[in-house]
Nanobody, 115 residues
Framework: QVQLVESGGGLVQPGGSLRLSCAASGIIFIINDMRWYRQAPGKERELVAGITRGGSTDYRDSVKGRFAISRDNTKNTMYLQMNSLKPEDTAVYYC?????????WGQGTRLTVSS
């Protein structure tokens, strides 16, 4: 079993920055790819960014150039650096990981971008 705990959400003004963290615990050696998803009010959950075990990254078009995903395997933690935040980035952000044939989710952390 793998447990994922997100942190770092909050209220930010448009144009501001924030960094989310996702700490993994449990049988962490089985973790392969990790991802950040988000779900805005009244909308479906969507993939924001992903990172492989080797560090290859991918982003949805709307966050390219503004968000940066990274992971520190020595600390069992994944990050999402978010810059130039927009009101449409407002959502609950979820950490996701796969490994051992299973998929794991965190409980989510809320980001609100508003003036």
């Amino acid at each position: 079993q793998v447990q994922l705990v997100e942190s770092g959400g909050g209220l930010v003004q448009p144009g501001g920055s924030l960094r989310l963290s996702c700490a993994a615990s449990g049988i962490i050696f089985i973790i392969n790819d990790m991802r950040w998803y988000r779900q805005a009010p009244g909308k479906e959950r969507e993939l924001v960014a992903g990172i492989t075990r080797g560090g290859s990254t991918d982003y949805r078009d709307s966050v390219k150039g503004r968000f940066a995903i990274s992971r520190d395997n020595t600390k069992n933690t994944m990050y999402l650096q978010m810059n130039s935040l927009k009101p449409e980035d407002t959502a609950v952000y979820y950490c996701n990981a796969d490994g051992g044939g299973r998929e794991f989710w965190g409980q989510g952390t809320r980001l609100t971008v508003s003036s």
